[in-house]
């Protein structure tokens, strides 16, 4: 084989070997509780359970896993990336403007934040478990430990997670292995529990095991809460390196360790306490335990760092208030911080930790957002395969249907354990939706009101002089919505000031709906008037606008302006009701005046030097 054929290949394994820490954390450190909590909801280890448990288990990761995600929906991006909120804004906003898309991929993103205040506590909880095997006496110390492993995790993200991050990989991969030996270790035991690969055992086992196999789904979903993120990191890793990580080392060791576990249960194994830990021999359990614990450690960092990275994208498309998002690496543009969201999640998931105490008692709190997410997934993906695979609406309804089925399945077995704490996920989902709804309504209210009478530049400018607004030197920079007419941050200065630079931009920005743009797709310039320049600048909702570095590149392009002298004027907006009574309800307005006032500053958030800004203070009315 030539040096070309293998470049490919190569370069695959390595960003599959990454993807391992990033991508597989959070479905991969589910054996620790998925197969005992389901066990516990059968009431018994017969051997039709254990055979109809660890084929339902098998099987729902074929097929959601294996068939819907990597077969169906990885296939489908939007420029690359992946993701409900990618899909939402690939049919949603892209092709055409639908509100109910935008509102089901937006909840699907909220439900998103549920799982990861959740994935933290259970994981890390799950993993300490193993020390009431090793020294019972030691029980009473695993929340406490639980905690200060959550308190530390969550104080180490400002750091970054740059040079811990190449570590996942290979840890990931050490225990990939370890679950696969186990599992192997474990099926020797009973080699009979192979019988378990045929679906038979699953559909005999729903269909005759009474009201409680359907009760049971709720807990095998467990197995597959983290198949999500295999669509939403695409971006980050690629389509290719992630199947492969997964058909070549995820998914075996998986289907072998739940396997393993089934398999010395029949043997005789004791149900008690963590089953996952009785695979190994017991002079290994504590060094499997600390691999365990890095493992959920690491599984809980991939869902936290997910959170930073989809909290960027809502604010770049307009759908949550800005927050501080700072970059903490300048290898990847995925290692950012963002401190609002990571100091909340850490009061959930402690909070969590300590109002369930056990890693069984949380599992009934899980599954809930996960599944409601995977349906939205679904709906949007019948659609995208009506409009741009361009499938007969027979053949799309057909595929989806069927997934349809598997997850609304899997949700309305989930929705039994509402009351027993899967409220909190879809309570945390239900506020952060909330948030969105607000900010989004309060922006396009405020666009409204401030653009509601535009002033044409030509007008404007021929009226300064007989208003005896006095040229200065130096140029101006307005950031504006308002594209073809006059700034109406400009309109105030002028107004108060009796001023305007000689030289003014008008500056527009844009988030596209795709995730990057190209640099020629970056700038549209205009000179609509004697020195006065009207800019559009478009960004992808996975870029973050920089103005320093625009303003070079709009230098570059002609505008005869010298970057490091220019002057920003930015609107410092205070929110009041209007007196006409045509406002939006009060509630929005006070809620998201509340946002507005403590959201990060615009300056800030584009990276505009201090020393250039002028910020104009007025009232709007909405």
């Known amino acids: 084989m030539t040096e070309t054929a293998t470049n490919p290949l190569k370069k695959s394994a390595l960003l599959g070997l990454g993807a391992l820490g990033v991508v597989f954390g959070d479905i991969g450190t589910s054996p620790l509780y998925t197969f005992k909590t389901v066990l516990d909801m059968t009431g018994g280890n017969s051997p039709q359970t254990i055979f109809g448990v660890i084929s339902l288990l098998i099987w729902t990761l074929i097929i959601i896993t294996s068939v819907k995600y990597a077969g169906f929906a990885m296939r489908i991006d939007n420029d690359g990336e992946g993701g409900i909120l990618a899909l939402m804004a690939l049919l949603g906003v892209k092709r055409n403007r639908r509100p109910l898309i935008v509102a089901a991929g937006l909840f699907g993103a909220a439900l998103i934040y549920g799982d990861g205040a959740i994935t933290p506590a259970i994981s890390v909880l799950s993993a300490l478990e193993g020390l009431n095997i090793v020294a019972p006496s030691l029980q009473h110390d695993v929340l406490p430990l639980t905690v200060l492993i959550l ?17 996942f990989g290979p840890i990931m991969a050490l225990w990939f292995l370890t ?18 690969l045929n679906p038979y055992y699953a559909l005999h086992y729903l269909l005759h095991g009474g009201s409680g196999s359907f009760l049971v789904l709720g807990g095998v979903f467990l197995c597959v809460t983290g198949a999500e993120a295999l669509y939403a990191d695409m971006g980050h890793f690629g389509a290719g390196p992630i199947k492969l990580a997964w058909s070549a080392l995820v998914f075996p060791s998986l289907v072998l360790n739940y396997a393993g576990q089934g398999a010395i249960v029949l043997a005789g194994a004791p149900t008690a306490g963590n089953i996952f830990y009785r695979l190994c021999p017991a002079v290994l359990t504590l060094p499997l335990i600390v691999l365990s614990t890095v493992a959920t450690i690491i599984a809980s960092q991939s869902i936290i760092t997910g959170a930073f990275s989809m909290t960027r994208q809502a604010i770049q498309l307009g759908w949550m208030p800005r927050l501080k998002v700072s970059q903490t690496s300048k290898e990847g543009y995925g290692q950012i911080y963002v401190g609002a969201v990571n100091w909340l999640l850490m009061l959930v998931t402690i909070g969590l930790a300590l109002g369930f105490r056990k890693s069984d008692n949380l599992a009934a709190a899980y599954g809930i957002a996960v599944s409601c997410t995977m349906l939205m997934t679904t709906a949007l993906l019948l659609i995208a395969m ?42 945390l989902a239900a506020l952060v939706y909330l948030v969105m709804y607000v900010w989004h309504h309060g922006l396009v209210a405020m666009a409204t009101r401030i653009n509601e009478f535009p002033v044409p530049v030509d007008v404007f400018l021929d009226d300064l002089a007989p208003n005896g607004v006095v040229r200065v030197p130096g140029t101006a920079v307005f950031l504006t919505r308002a594209k073809a007419t006059t700034p109406p941050v400009m309109q105030w200065y002028v107004k108060h000031s009796k001023s305007l630079h000689k030289r003014v931009l008008a ?53 005869p302006i010298h970057p490091n002298e220019l002057t920003y004027f ?3 907006e205070k929110i009041v009701a209007r007196e006409d009574g045509h406002g939006i309800p009060r509630w929005i307005r006070v809620v998201f005046a ?16 201090a020393n250039q800004v002028v910020d104009i203070g007025r009232q709007i009315s909405i």
């Open 151 to 167: 308190l530390a995790l969550f104080a180490l993200q400002p750091m970054g997670t740059a040079r811990i991050g190449r570590a």
């Open 179 to 196: 679950m696969a030996v186990l599992g192997v270790w474990g099926i020797a035991r009973h080699p009979g529990i192979l019988w378990a």
């Open 386 to 427: 009506r409009e741009i695979w361009k499938w007969p609406l027979a053949a799309c309804v057909a595929v989806a249907g069927a997934f349809f089925i598997v997850d609304a399945s899997f949700f309305a077995s989930n929705m039994m354990k509402l009351l027993d704490g899967g409220y909190v996920p879809l309570l």
């Open 507 to 559: 500056v527009t920005l844009e988030i596209a709906s795709t995730p990057w743009v190209t640099p020629r797709e970056r700038l549209r310039m205009a000179e609509i008037g004697p020195n006065f320049w009207s800019i559009t600048a478009t960004f992808g909702f996975m870029e973050r606008p920089d103005m320093p570095a625009l303003m070079a590149q709009i230098a570059m392009h002609g505008c």
């Open 570 to 572: 930015v609107g410092m």
């Open 594 to 609: 509340v946002m507005l006032r403590n959201g990060a500053r615009v300056t800030d958030y584009l990276r505009i030097p």
